[in-house]
C-alpha cells in the first residue's frame, strides 16, 4: 500500500527518540511482574501457569497504558497542523492509518517481548503448557491492538492529546470492566438477562478471557477484528472529513 512503509518508519523514529513509549514499557512490566506476585499470588500458587498469575490483570494495565501510546496518532498531527502536509503527499489516507497503527502495535509487541523472564522463571519452575502461553501472549496482543483502535479513533476528534487520552481511558475501562464478574452481577441484577447478556458480549475481557484459557473460538477473534476495522474505518471517515 503506497505510502505504508514511510509512515511505518516515521512513527517508529518518533516513538523511540521521546521518552513516552520507553517508560510505557517499564511501566507495564513492573506493573505487571507486581501484580503477578502479589495479587496474582504466583508463588503461593505452586502452579507452572501464567493464565491466572499474569496475564489475568493485561487487560487492566492496558485500560490505563495502551492510550498513551495512541493518544498522539493523530492529535499531534491536528495540533502541529501536519494533517494538512498529509494531505498533500501521495500517501493515501489509509495508508497513513495502518501505518500509524502498525507502528504503536510493534510499541506493544515489544512490551510483551520484554516480559520472557516470566515464561522463564515459570518454565524453572515446573512443567508449563506452552500452547496456554502462547494464547495469553495472543489474547493481550489483541487486547491491545483493539484499545490501540479505539485511542486512534478518539484522536482523530481532538487535537488535544489530554482530552485524547482522558477520553481513550474512559471507553477502554468501559469495555474491560463490564466483563468482570463484580459488574457482572450488578448488570444481571438491575437489568433483564437478555440485555445484560448483550451487554457483557461488547466486553473485550468476556473474550480475552476465552483465548487466556486457550480456548480459540471464531468468534473471540472476529470480535476483536470487528472492533479494530469499525475504529479504523471510523478513523479514516474522520480524517477524510478534516482532510477535505
Request: charge should be neutral; glycine fraction near 6%.
Amino acid at each position: 500500500m503506497r505510502g505504508f512503509t514511510a509512515v511505518l518508519k516515521r512513527e517508529l523514529t518518533s516513538y523511540f527518540t521521546h521518552p513516552t513509549a520507553y517508560a510505557v514499557i517499564v511501566i507495564f512490566l513492573l506493573m505487571s511482574t507486581v501484580f503477578a506476585f502479589t495479587y496474582g499470588n504466583f508463588l503461593e500458587a505452586r502452579l507452572a501457569e501464567l493464565s491466572v498469575s499474569f496475564f489475568f490483570y493485561h487487560p487492566l494495565l492496558h485500560m490505563l497504558l495502551v492510550p498513551a501510546v495512541g493518544m498522539r496518532l493523530w492529535s499531534e498531527e491536528q495540533r502541529t497542523n501536519t494533517i494538512e502536509l498529509l494531505g498533500t503527499m501521495p500517501i493515501s489516507p489509509f495508508a497513513a492509518i495502518l501505518g500509524k497503527f502498525a507502528a504503536a502495535c510493534c510499541v506493544w509487541l515489544i512490551a510483551l517481548a520484554l516480559s520472557f523472564p516470566m515464561v522463564l522463571t515459570v518454565d524453572y519452575l515446573g512443567d508449563p503448557d506452552f500452547y496456554t502461553i502462547t494464547a495469553g501472549y495472543l489474547g493481550s496482543f489483541l487486547v491491545a491492538a483493539c484499545f490501540l483502535a479505539l485511542t486512534m479513533l478518539i484522536s482523530a476528534f481532538s487535537r488535544d492529546q489530554v482530552v485524547t487520552l482522558i477520553g481513550s481511558i474512559a471507553a477502554c475501562m468501559v469495555l474491560v470492566l463490564i466483563g468482570y464478574e463484580p459488574a457482572a452481577e450488578v448488570l444481571y441484577k438491575g437489568l433483564d438477562e437478555s440485555v445484560a447478556d448483550s451487554i457483557m458480549r461488547l466486553s473485550v475481557f468476556t473474550y480475552f478471557d476465552e483465548i487466556n484459557k486457550g480456548l480459540f473460538r471464531l468468534s473471540s477473534l472476529l470480535y476483536f477484528l470487528l472492533m479494530i476495522g469499525v475504529c479504523l474505518w471510523g478513523t479514516a471517515i474522520v480524517i477524510r472529513s478534516k482532510r477535505a
